[in-house]
């Protein structure tokens, strides 16, 4: 295992010297943003699109706001902070045919590279630079003096210096303060798809769904359904994050463990086992990749999804309780 690299270790000059724009002011795009400038980068700019929504936001936070093809012409690097679907027609429309000489390119997620969304020219440092975890997190942890763990990689090192910009990127945004790996474009991609596919977002969301109408149907309310498996969903995750897996079990009840430990092997059959091979191959050969941007490229993307998720009763039974509890039913 490598050592992990901490901001002592690492030069700052590479970024702070940097007329940086950042694309996107979204999750990441602010938080980068804010963490950046506090840690001395004075020359950032906002890149966003016409019409952006973002654009109050970034300026009430004292950026200035500029066009995508101006920053193209502008900066020094460009953060592509953009949802990444929209890599291909960002870079094709509006930062190849502007883009500065020498003008490095940094990404926080490997996917538009890995997948060849993006051509980069052969002047192009092309780095990655991920805090690992949502853009919130990134400025709440450097607001506590710490940050997200880090992952760098170079795709393609054309000035020398990109894993010093690739660093300093990750320092200035915190990851220094808990460390800094290194990884490669493909793997920090291929890792990242799989484990919001089958765990961190599809797999808990089947087992919550599918658990809450196995409840409901044997007579539990809706709202003691929803509570015992979507509610402490964070209870549990937040012992795993702090404990791991097996400190997870030494701090629950014998019972849940018991119970748990009956299941676990059942669950993780061989039906999921081939239900990961599916989604692991369709991450590897691209397939995903390409199904996903041309969703999105034809403008039809999960609008549909969206509005029958938000009439399930597992969504009602969470309203309710959010309502009642925290007065909050969003
Ligand atoms: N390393 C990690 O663990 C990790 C975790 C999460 C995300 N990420 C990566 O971070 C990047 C940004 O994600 P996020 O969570 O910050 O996304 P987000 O909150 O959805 O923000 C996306 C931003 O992209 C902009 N955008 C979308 N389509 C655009 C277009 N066609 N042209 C110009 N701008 C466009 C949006 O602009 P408007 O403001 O104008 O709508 C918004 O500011 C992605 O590459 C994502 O994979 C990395």
């Known amino acids: 295992m490598t050592d992990p690299l901490y901001t002592k270790d690492i030069d700052l000059d590479p970024i702070r010297k940097c007329r940086l724009a950042i694309l996107g002011y979204g999750n990441h795009g602010r938080s980068h943003a804010l963490c950046l400038r506090d840690s001395g980068v004075r020359d950032i700019r906002i ?51 502007h883009r500065k000489p020498g003008q490095a390119l940094i990404l926080c997620h490997g996917f538009s590279i890995h997948y060849g969304l993006i051509e980069p020219p052969a002047d192009a440092d092309i780095i990655l630079a991920a805090a690992k975890g949502p853009g919130g997190a990134v400025r709440q942890e450097f607001e506590k003096g710490k940050g997200l763990i880090g992952f760098w990689a170079v795709h393609q090192d054309a000035s020398g210096h990109a894993r010093e910009l690739a660093l300093a990127y990750l320092a200035g945004i915190g990851s220094g303060e808990v460390g800094i790996f290194p990884t490669t474009f493909r793997e920090e991609t291929v890792s990242d798809l799989f484990g919001e596919q089958v765990v961190l977002v599809g797999g808990m969301v089947a087992l919550a769904k599918a658990s809450f109408d196995r409840l409901v149907a044997a007579g539990v309310s809706p709202r003691m359904a929803y509570i ?4 402490e969903i964070k209870y549990l995750a937040d012992l795993i994050q702090a404990r791991g897996i097996a400190g997870m079990y030494e701090a629950i009840s014998d019972t849940a463990e018991y119970g748990a430990r009956q299941i676990e092997d059942a669950i993780a059959g061989p039906e999921l086992r081939r239900t990961f091979d599916r989604a692991m191959t369709a991450i590897e050969d691209g397939s995903f990749a390409r199904r996903w941007v041309e969703t999105y490229e034809a403008g039809n993307a999960m609008t549909a999804d969206r509005a029958r998720d938000r009439e399930l009763p597992v969504e009602a039974a969470g309203a309710e309780l959010r309502s009642r509890i925290y007065g909050d039913a969003k």
């Not at 015992?228 to 509610?231: E, F, G, L, R, T």
């Open 47 to 97: 890149a966003l699109r016409d019409g952006s929504p973002s654009r109050s936001k970034a300026e009430a936070d004292g950026f200035e706001v500029i066009g995508l093809d101006e920053a193209a012409r502008w900066a020094d690097a460009i953060a592509l902070l953009a949802a990444d679907e929209a890599h291909r027609q960002i870079w094709d429309q509006h930062i190849a045919p």
């Open 228 to 231: 015992d498996c979507v509610h």
